[in-house]
C-alpha cells in the first residue's frame, strides 16, 4: 500500500464520509460537510439511482477527495455476477447471504474482480479519478473477497484500499461494535497470509455510530489519536425515503452532519494541532479562527 504522506512528528486525519451516492439527502449531508465542516474526503457508491446526482454534486466542491464505495450488498451489479446475485431479481444478495456464501466457496472470485472494476471505471468515465477504495459494510474485507478486490483496485492505480481494523481500546463498551471489530480483525489477520498488504494508515468509525453518542465518542477519540495518518469513517447526510427504504442508518446521518461542521470539532482539532488530509495527499489545516483553510 502508497503512504499517505504522513510525518513521525505529526498527526493528520482523513475524516471519510462513506456511502456517497446512496441517496440525495445522504448527497446533500456530505457536500455540505465537505464546504463547511470537517470532511476531506468522500467514498461513492456507483451503482444507486443517486450516482448522477452524486457527480453533479461533487463538481461544486473540487477539494473533495473521492474514492470508491464498493457495493456488493445493495441494488444490482454492472456486470453479469451470477455467484453475487439473486437469480429471479438480479439484485445482490443481502450482507448475511453473501457473507456466508463467500465462507463457503460460492462466490466466483472472478467475478468480485470484474464488478470490483467495472465500479472503478464508472467512476473514472464520469472523470472522477478513484482516490481510495472501501466498501459498503466493509465486504471487501473477507477473506475470499479481498484479493480480488486488491488485484481489481490495482488494475486501475489505485493503491489507498481500507483496512478496517479498529483497535479494540476505542470505546470497548459498546459490545456490538466490539464484536464487529473483532470479526474484521480476524478478517484481516487471514487476508494478510493470502495477499501481502501494508496497513500503513490507521482507522476508527465502527465505535462512533450510534447516534446521540457520536460527538462524546468522537471527542473523546480525537486526542488519543495515533502519530502518524488516521482515516476516521463517518456517515453524515440527511434522511429521505431513498435512504429509509434501504438502510436503517437514518436520523443518526443528521446528528453525525451536525457533530462534523461544529465549531466544537474545529477548535478540538485545532487545540490537539491535527493537521487534516484526504487520500490524494491535498492537506488541510485548521486556521487560528478555527475556519478549514486548504493548501497545496
Not at 39 to 65: E, G, I, K, W
Not at 185 to 190: D, E, H, N
Request: hydrophobic share 40%.
Amino acid at each position: 500500500m502508497v503512504r499517505v504522506g504522513s510525518t513521525p512528528s505529526s498527526r493528520r486525519l482523513i475524516i471519510n464520509a462513506d456511502d456517497y451516492g446512496f441517496s440525495r439527502g445522504v448527497n446533500t449531508g456530505i457536500i455540505e460537510a465537505a464546504e463547511t465542516g470537517a470532511v476531506t474526503s468522500a467514498s461513492m457508491m456507483v451503482n444507486l439511482p443517486a450516482f448522477d446526482d452524486a457527480v453533479a454534486r461533487a463538481r461544486s466542491c473540487p477539494s473533495l477527495s473521492l474514492g470508491l464505495h464498493l457495493n456488493l450488498t445493495t441494488g444490482k451489479p454492472l456486470t453479469a455476477a451470477p455467484s453475487l446475485t439473486r437469480r429471479k431479481t438480479g439484485q445482490f444478495y443481502s450482507l448475511p447471504l453473501l457473507v456466508a456464501r463467500a465462507s463457503i466457496g460460492r462466490v466466483d472470485p472472478s467475478e468480485v474482480e470484474r464488478e470490483c472494476a467495472a465500479q472503478l471505471d464508472r467512476m473514472i468515465e464520469a472523470r472522477i479519478p478513484p482516490t481510495h477504495l472501501d466498501s459498503h459494510r466493509h465486504i471487501h474485507a473477507h477473506p475470499a473477497l479481498w484479493p480480488a478486490v486488491l488485484a481489481a483496485s490495482a488494475s486501475k492505480g489505485v493503491s489507498n484500499v481500507r483496512v478496517p481494523t479498529e483497535p479494540l481500546w476505542a470505546n470497548p463498551r459498546d459490545w456490538k461494535a466490539t464484536l464487529k471489530k473483532t470479526g474484521l480483525l480476524m478478517s484481516a489477520q487471514i487476508s494478510r497470509r493470502r495477499a501481502k498488504n501494508d496497513a500503513s494508515v490507521h482507522f476508527f468509525g465502527l465505535s462512533l455510530q450510534g447516534g446521540i453518542s457520536f460527538s462524546a465518542r468522537l471527542f473523546a477519540l480525537i486526542p488519543r489519536l495515533p502519530a502518524g495518518t488516521t482515516e476516521l469513517m463517518t456517515h453524515p447526510g440527511y434522511t429521505d425515503a431513498e435512504l429509509a427504504e434501504r438502510d436503517g442508518y437514518t436520523w443518526q446521518r443528521e446528528e453525525e452532519l451536525r457533530v462534523l461542521c461544529s465549531k466544537e470539532l474545529r477548535d478540538l482539532l485545532l487545540h490537539c494541532e491535527i493537521e487534516l488530509a484526504s487520500f490524494d495527499n491535498r492537506a488541510h489545516r485548521v486556521a487560528s479562527n478555527g475556519e478549514l483553510a486548504q493548501h497545496r
